[in-house]
């Protein structure tokens, strides 16, 4: 199955770099590339991609609020129980008029939180915390009222209450400090991190495991990955009392929160800037939201450095870091914003972890944290270890991001899916005690033609609608609801882009059909395959990505169909990744992706591609080929694109790997 160049496949086709500016998607609109499951554990699920919900329309965006205005962190969850019954302490004063609102989706922006609040006829400004590296919302924001009093009647009527064309409710507090107030730096002190938490941990069984025996636990915070919405694995804990601090030390290390132990460590306090002090979305915790904070390693020695100035040179980050200790190594991966520092001594590189967190190097504040011990990197497992190294993964519908595995195992295997909804065997992975870890690489977001679809399926009929990626499938379906579900049939590129389609088609009474998929799930043969009905003129929707290449209006315009092409969504890379979870996926032996774009993603964020050489598979030819483009060399593909075709493929690389003990052949 080692590949050769090959026609289209894949959820993007070779792809057309158009520069056509992209529209924010609703949240279900907004999806990751990667999915990971552990086994043994629970059976696989991946589940089907949401009803994406009508695009709404907001006001222009000139009502969205000033860029300075500084108010505090979300408040922790037992202070937000008490904010949604109506008990909430306003803090600041009478003179406090900023009230803090969390849990906020991706697509929640200042112009939507407007229409939220517009009818009190007070909004002074409205302000979204956005990561100064993606963009993307940190999922909390800070909304200033002119007069205190309607700042309290909001918290009093809006909390617990459903946000506008949403089932989200509104989660509101009044904000920690307004603007010129200064905040306590002790907070970090009496803080504890948590590891090993298990995924259905959230803030307040985190805050009850500890309150129940610690009368002055005052917070508790599971870190969220604010691309994902999923727990990252880890959280703090803030005490009152710096004794109960102490005892929870030792006396909570290994006890069970849900279903894991938990590992103890540390709340290394840090310096940050003004701006990370107060846009902070860890409730008084670092804001660089990756562990900062003792890692339980007391052997690690290395420090990840963020937020690097690109022309920073070895030594330029050598020289404040040695007035601390000895130094090994330092390591800046090109192009890629960080750096690495290695010390002799883990005493010394505790210190500077201590101290230089938020200084300026070059010309620019950096972030620090402890990387990954490179004592514990294992590029090859040992099969005698619980669960063979592989790495194998797909796009959750659900927002779903990744969960990093626990640091005590090392063998995981990886693999950017890129598209569909459901992959693999689950007896396959429980045979071969597959492992997996969750990875955002890829972000959907809407193209130029998204609000033309439903008038569009309205208006005209089509002998043909030809969807060539679960995404488009999505697109389609959005807009087919929202136009009253006519009738309609399908042409699917294959049976992963067919299964989006069951729900819609059962509960269609028939107006819904998938009425043809082709020989082999590439757009060239669809194309080519795909039936005319009667010796008039046969029309054809294509729902396509603003990437996809030309080849199905080519193809089926030389067959003498008539095309009509609408760009309704189009890709974003996610440019940065939890530094742990990036080296443990690097460390993998087979990468397993489902469309070009996670390919791309994929090379764009390591830090340097062509020292990374495990193998990796394809679900087929145009994937595999721009894999190989990209200078890849280890490159797996099936021959008849498909799902079961793709299993195969990652099940050929982990042999050629040596990484199976059984295999079916």
Known sequence: MQSNSGSSSGSDSSSQEQQRQPHPLTPQQQHQHWMAIQYPAAAMMVPHPHQMVHAQHYPPHHYMA?????????????????????????????????????????????????????????????????????????????????????????????????????????????????????????????????????????????????ASKYPSVKAAKVVIDVNTGRSKGYGFVRFGDDIERTHAMSEMNGVYCSSRPMRIGAATPRKSSGY??????????????????????????????????????DEDLRQPFSQYGEIVSVKIPTGKGCGFVQFLNRNDAEEALQKLGGTTIGKQTVRLSWGRNPANKQFRGDFGNQWAPVYYGG?????????????????????????????????????????????????HTKGHDFDRLPSILTDDSFEWIVITSPEAGSVFLEAWRAAGTPS?????????????????VKSSEGRLSVAFTPSKATAKVLASELPKTGKGRCTVLYPASVKASNEIEEGLSSRGFHV?????????????????????????????????????????????????????????????????????????????????????????????SNQLQQMPW
Not at 290 to 309: E, M
Not at 410 to 436: L, M
């Open 66 to 210: 000033y860029a300075q205005y500084h108010v505090a962190a979300p408040l922790p969850p037992q202070q937000q129980q008490r904010s949604q019954h109506g008990q909430q302490q306003p803090q600041g004063g009478e003179d406090n008029r900023s009230i803090w609102i969390g849990d906020l989706h991706h697509w929640m922006d200042e112009s939507y939180l407007h229409t939220c609040f517009a009818s009190t006829g007070e909004l002074a400004s409205i302000k979204v915390i956005r990561n100064k590296q993606t963009g993307l919302s940190e999922g909390y924001g800070f909304v200033e009222f002119f007069s205190h009093t309607t700042a309290e009647k909001v918290l009093q009527n809006y909390s617990g209450m459903l946000m506008p064309n949403t089932d989200q409710p509104f989660r509101l507090n009044w904000a920690t400090f307004s603007a010129g107030e200064k905040r306590s730096d002790n907070g970090s002190d009496l803080s504890i991190f948590v590891g090993d938490l298990s995924a259905d941990v959230t803030d307040s069984l985190l805050h009850e495991t500890f």
């Open 276 to 313: 990370q002090q107060q846009h902070s979305s860890q409730g008084g915790y670092s804001a660089n939201g990756s562990s900062a904070y003792s890692d339980g390693d007391s052997t690690n020695t290395t420090i990840f450095v963020g937020g690097l100035d690109p022309d920073v040179s």
């Open 395 to 443: 796009q959750p519908y659900d927002g779903y991001g990744y969960a990093p595995p626990p640091p005590y195992d090392p063998t995981i295997y990886a693999a950017a899916y890129g598209a569909y909804p459901v992959y693999g065997s689950h007896q396959q992975q429980a045979q071969y005690k597959i492992a997996c870890l969750e990875i955002p690489l890829i972000q």
């Open 488 to 504: 309609g049939k399908v042409s699917v590129v294959g049976t992963g882009t067919a299964s989006i389609f069951e729900e819609a």
């Open 564 to 656: 009509m092409r609408l760009d309704t969504y189009t890709t974003i890379h996610v440019h940065h990744l939890d530094q742990e979870v990036l080296e443990e996926t690097m460390s993998v032996p087979v990468l397993a992706v489902a469309s070009p774009s996670a390919v791309k993603a994929w090379v764009n964020i390591i830090p340097d591609p062509d020292c990374w050489n495990n193998s990796i598979a394809c679900i087929g030819e145009t994937t595999a080929l721009v894999a190989k483009r990209l200078g890849l060399q280890r490159v797996f593909y099936p021959e008849n694109p498909s799902l079961e075709g793709w299993v195969d493929s990652i099940l050929e690389a982990l042999r050629e």
